[in-house]
């Protein structure tokens, strides 16, 4: 009986249904260009937590002071700056490797041997850590160092 009941209901409903053969007037809004939130062509970017300012500042057993600077724009663009000791080094346009959500790989300088043009930036919390074996070179037996995210 129940199965005649949903039956008949389906029917019903199907039949209850016309074709709408009025055209809908579309008129354009004030907002025109501005992207919808429901479009699905429109890709939607997660937010960068990476994107500031960092600084990194140590000296090492002869009191020569190492320090970098790194901006994050996107994992796509990175600029460094590095004073060692008074020599200064600048890269830009720099990509990162996104190792996972916490943690990045930046390839400053490719041609250096032993990893030295390579650093890591690590999150955990609010804190972030710099690591490679620049770093570890400024002050040995430190694996990581804090670093400081300005902005």
């Known amino acids: 009986m129940k199965n005649i009941i949903i ?10 249904c016309k074709k709408d053969n009025h055209k809908a007037i579309v008129q354009p809004t004030e907002n025109i260009g501005a992207p919808a939130q429901n479009n699905p062509t429109k890709s939607i970017e997660a937010p960068n ?3 500031g300012h960092y ?7 002869d009191e020569i002071k190492t320090s ?21 080094e600048s890269y830009s346009h720099i990509r990162a490797e996104k190792l996972n959500d916490d943690k990045i790989k930046i390839i400053f300088n490719p041609s250096l041997e032993d990893e030295m043009g390579i650093i890591y ?20 037996g430190n694996n990581e160092m804090p670093l400081i995210k300005e902005k």
């Open 7 to 16: 039956t008949q209901l389906l029917l019903i409903t199907l039949f209850s």
């Open 49 to 51: 937590h990476w994107k």
């Open 121 to 140: 930036i690590e999150k955990s919390d609010n804190t972030y850590l710099i690591s490679g074996y620049p770093i570890y070179f400024i002050n040995p």
């Open 55 to 61: 600084h990194f500042e140590a000296s090492n057993r």
């Open 68 to 88: 970098y600077d790194i901006m994050i724009k996107s994992l796509n663009d990175i600029s460094i700056q590095i004073n060692d000791g008074g020599d200064k």
